[in-house]
């Protein structure tokens, strides 16, 4: 039995979950970006790991981005891609770990607070 059938959980619940713990959907950015993100993450972390193999895709956004919110989420979604040891990441045509850092906070900027996507009642 694989683990969806023991949580017991519908589609619609495990989708609620998804986005309520782990969607990007806050950053107010393209899909192109957030997949810029994602890699660039991975690939930073990748070399840390090459000095340090103990390192997180946590503790690299806390060293660049600095406290976010959304720390956690990219975090995790980068931890695992991270699993396939021999994935290259794109990069976007960044060339330094400088741009790449920028970029990345560019990006983590975009985020917003608030669902944007749900329409308002009135």
Known sequence: MDLMNAW?????????DYNHYFSLKFLNTSFSNKMCLLSLVCFITKKAREKKPEATCL???????????LNSR???IC????????????????????????????????????????????
Do not use: C
């Open 8 to 16: 017991n959980k519908t589609h619609d619940e495990l989708q609620e």
């Open 59 to 69: 503790q690299v956004l806390k060293k660049f981005a600095g406290e976010r919110d």
């Open 74 to 76: 990219v975090a995790i």
């Open 79 to 122: 931890e695992d891609l991270l699993k396939d040891r021999d994935q290259n990441f794109p990069l976007f045509n960044f060339k330094s770990s400088k741009e790449m850092i920028d970029k990345i906070n560019e990006i983590m900027d975009t985020y917003l607070p608030f669902d944007y996507w749900d329409k308002p009642s009135f």
